[in-house]
């Protein structure tokens, strides 16, 4: 979770964990994407002894074991059995008791198939604090269970936080170790200049106009490739953070410099932002410098921000929006629906643009949910003045939902899939875009 902190919401208090800890990492592992949905949802302003719950995800066993191997400090699995295999998630509890000797995390089973691990013979046999089924699992269940998980995590930190110190450093060091040496390859990467970018087109759903093009930068290190996402969660040096900014900015203006020359149609190049957050004075010291350099229209060039990028101080962040919108730059605030944010909160921000989370997209239009989120959000931005983007529409079904429900803009590659940044200018002139598929890196 991420976004201004909510309240607390608790009357537990235990003693000196305001002093130690910053969020409760719950892990939630289910191999079914609505699942994380709805339970993202009930946990959004969760908090235990006036610290908040930030719930991640995986969707597989394997996703697991890799997330809690780089984050001994989870204090809560909520654990699915039946994932890839019948019994992935009973092997899953065996990993983290016995090979990664984590006895401190909390791992609380919620099955929707209790005959594949009926409770008589999985609480003896696994070492697990918890089995509930999903059928069980109503909102103030579920909190419930959270609340007393996090106490029961917190009572045993507080019993030996030497050793539990102790347990932690190794794999906490190894992940450092792996972390820098990523960074290292990356800073020598943009050196060299060997990142890649792709562009995916944002269209306006009344019209099938090319309004907008998103920048993407993605870097393949050996078999792997990352896109923004991943190198979000993977960089953590600030000097390296701000020097993906430089170099996507500079890119951007680049491209809107060549673009306005060639006398091009009105158009924004959306760039995402990596620093920590968006009132750092390095960032803001980028974004005017580079605008000096060419002669785009207001509006031209959009700031991506997670809310992650506003948290802390919501002052500053409303300060800090707003300069950047005088200097001619539209902000976009992305994965709106999936986080805390209040409407008072963003009727202070008051950003540009908004971005629907991909997880009320998706099926939209047959998931009665998803559908009513979609169109609570789409008709709180029109009040505030602010324009929509639905991103990930995949199907033709959503399509025609969101543009029933007047939603601005739509992103996703049933519209158009990402590009080479030097097919777009094609691309808009004609209105045509490459088919999904076309997109490898080469």
């Known amino acids: 979770m991420s976004g201004i902190l909510p309240p607390d919401r608790s009357s537990a208090t235990t003693p000196n964990a305001r002093l130690t800890r910053e969020r409760w990492v719950v892990l939630l592992v289910d191999d079914e994407p609505e699942v994380h949905d709805v339970t993202r949802l009930v946990l959004a302003d969760t908090s235990f002894s006036g610290i908040p719950v930030e719930l991640r995800s995986a969707y597989s066993a394997a996703e ?9 400090e ?36 919620r099955t929707g198939q209790p005959g594949m691990a009926p409770e008589g013979e999985v609480i003896p046999a696994y070492d697990i604090n918890g089995y509930f089924l999903k059928t069980e699992m109503v909102a103030q269940k579920l909190q419930s269970i959270v609340i007393s998980s996090l106490r029961a995590f917190s009572y045993i930190k507080a019993l030996r936080p030497e050793s539990a110190a102790a347990e932690i450093a190794p794999a906490a060091t190894a992940r450092n170790v792996q972390r820098m040496a990523l960074e290292e ?7 060299k200049n060997e990142l890649h970018l792709l562009a995916q087109p944002q269209v306006r759903l009344a019209s099938g106009v090319i309004a907008a093009i998103e920048l993407m930068p993605t870097w393949k290190r ?26 996507l900015i500079r890119k951007g203006c680049a491209w809107l410099e060549s673009w306005r020359s060639a006398g091009g149609p009105p158009v924004c190049v959306s ?9 750092d004075g390095d ?5 005017d410098r580079h605008l000096s350099s060419v002669e785009a229209p207001r509006g031209s060039l959009d700031l991506i ?31 709106f629906g999936n986080s805390p944010m209040s409407l008072p909160q963003l009727q202070c921000l008051l950003p540009d643009r908004v971005k629907i989370h991909q997880s009320f997209v998706r099926n939209a239009a047959q998931d009665r949910g998803r ?32 543009k029933w429900e007047g939603c601005d803009i739509g992103q996703g590659d049933l519209l158009a899939g990402p590009m080479a940044v030097a097919d777009v200018a094609g691309a808009i002139l004609s209105g045509t875009v490459p088919a999904p598929g076309r997109n490898d890196l080469h």
């Open 371 to 402: 559908s009513s989120i979609a169109r609570s959000i789409i008709a709180l931005a029109h009040t505030l003045g602010l324009t929509v983007i639905a991103d990930g529409i995949v199907s033709e079904e959503d399509l025609q939902f969101f």
């Open 283 to 287: 960032l803001l010291s980028l974004l």
């Open 222 to 247: 050996g078999e792997v490739v990352l896109g923004p996402a991943r190198l979000a969660d993977e960089v953590a040096d600030p000097d390296l953070r701000l020097r993906l900014d430089d170099w």
């Open 64 to 72: 697991a074991k890799a997330f809690l191997e780089a984050h001994p």
């Open 305 to 335: 921000v997670s809310e992650a990028m506003l948290q802390g101080n919501a002052t500053q962040a409303r300060e800090a929006v707003a300069l950047v919108q005088s200097m001619g730059v539209s902000v976009t605030l992305v994965d």
């Open 185 to 191: 390859d990356l800073a020598r990467s943009l050196r």
């Open 271 to 279: 760039v995402p932002a990596f620093t920590e957050r968006i009132w």
């Open 74 to 109: 989870t204090a809560l699995m909520l654990l699915d059995v039946v994932m890839e295999a019948d019994d992935a998630g009973l092997r899953l509890v065996n990993y983290v008791r016995k090979q990664l000797g984590n006895t401190d995390v909390q791992i609380v089973v």
